[in-house]
């Protein structure tokens, strides 16, 4: 058994408002450079549809992840020989039409323009070319389900439902999709890149890009499946996010954690059975992924985990962070949190919290749980999206909410509490209190459990820095 730490984060998706508060800060801090100008390293979808890139979860287009070959793990893609047959032409990399051209406005022809009839008025020019040009897709094209009725047949998670049904006005539903680099246990961009430059941080599991060596085959960003590795047109080298380590080196939230109104972050480490990675990520059938992922996590207050992660090197600060660790109870713990789409096969790190939604009709107390079947999102979505298209943990995830709901609402209002439906979800008043306090009103210090860097009071950082970070911040 090796244990290693990983940073993870869980979303809620119940609390997500759409506001989009958490891209601004990433945007203006990490991706404010020349050739950077069409990346978001965190952006907020409107689910259905097929978000940003165009389509990025249709496998079957842009060919990320990993598949099954000979009962082996296999990048889809194709190996070594495949990408040396393409090292000048990748067919399955994006287009930057998939993303968006980016654009910008020339704001000062309003009051340098001469005097004229008309009110003088400014169009869209590409911050690549320089040239005037027609905006037909942006970063967030699809907000509050627009255009849907045209995009939204195209949305793979729609697999085993008739989308027509569900796009119609009186059926149609919407949730919000927070979306960042999933940092993942077996990432397939640092397996698909043939300079090594991506690597795994050893200390917290942060998927990085080492800046000095990466020549700019662009093969990260095919072979991730989620999208979330971005080529920078003007330096030849590519980006990602970077989980804000900086900030998580000395204890502190990433940027769309922090400032997010809702609340719906979660950050903590998780200790995990490096070992067992493969064999969690070469299930033979798609669905057995999630249940083997959280056979990978380790209970942080087992003591013989403990004893092996002391021996093995891990400090004390960071094992007492994974025994409070937020992520740990919503992930494994109370089983709330679901991984996004695991038949990627690379073990991703950033969990969602399906949301509850409104169901078609009145219903009573009694028939809460029944209900979720007639919800306006419809569970085999949720299943498609989250799980592999197994729908058991999405729906035991929805009851655990409902009966919380449920039974939180009866304290409030002075009815009597039933706790029969604690008990068909599985739960007791004491676990329902403490899930409560952690997902209605808990405090940053309860939401962010994060330990500090060990060697951060050892050693200066500020020499280091730039060091495996973007080109041109070398202190140097």
Known sequence: MKIKAQMAMVLNLDKCIGCHTCSIPCKNVWTNRSGTEYMWFNNVETKPGIGYPRQWENQDMHRGGWILKNGKLALKAGGRAVKAARIFHNPDLPAIDDYYE??????????????????????????????????????????????????????????????????TFKRVFLFYLPRLCEHCLNPACVASCPSGALYKREE??????????????RYCVSGCPYKKVYFNWKNGRSEKCLFCYPRTEAGLPTLCARTCVGRI???????????????????????????AHLDVMLDPCDPEVTAAAR??????????????????????????????????RTLPMVWYIPPLSPVSGAVGDADAFSAIDRMRIPVTYLANLLTAGDELPVRRALQKLAAMRNYMRTQ??????????????????????????????????????????????DAPLYPEQGRCGFAGCSPD
């Open 102 to 167: 980016p654009w910008t406005y020339d704001y000062g022809h309003l009051i340098s323009s001469p005097t004229q009839k008309h009110q003088p008025a400014i169009r869209p020019r590409s911050q690549i070319t320089g040239d005037a040009m027609r905006i037909q897709w942006g970063p967030n094209w699809e907000d509050d389900l627009a255009g849907v009725n045209k995009t939204g047949r195209q949305d793979v998670n729609f697999r085993n439902i008739e989308h027509a049904v569900y796009l």
């Open 204 to 217: 917290d599991g942060i998927v990085l890009v080492d800046q000095e060596r990466c020549r700019g085959w």
């Open 265 to 291: 972050r979660y950050v903590g480490v998780i200790l995990y059975d490096a070992d067992r990675i493969q064999w969690a990520a070469a299930q033979p059938q798609t669905q057995d992924i999630y249940a």
């Open 311 to 344: 021996f093995q090197g891990l400090s004390p600060n960071v094992l007492a962070a994974a025994a409070r660790s937020p992520a740990y109870k919503l992930i494994k713990q109370w089983q709330l949190a679901l991984p996004l789409h695991p038949e990627f």
């Open 412 to 457: 409030r209002v002075g009815d009597s509490a039933e706790t029969q439906p604690l008990s068909d979800a599985g739960l007791t008043a004491g676990t329902i209190q403490e899930m409560y306090e952690l997902l209605a009103i808990a405090r940053r210090k309860d939401r962010f459990v994060i330990p500090t860097s060990s060697g951060a009071e």
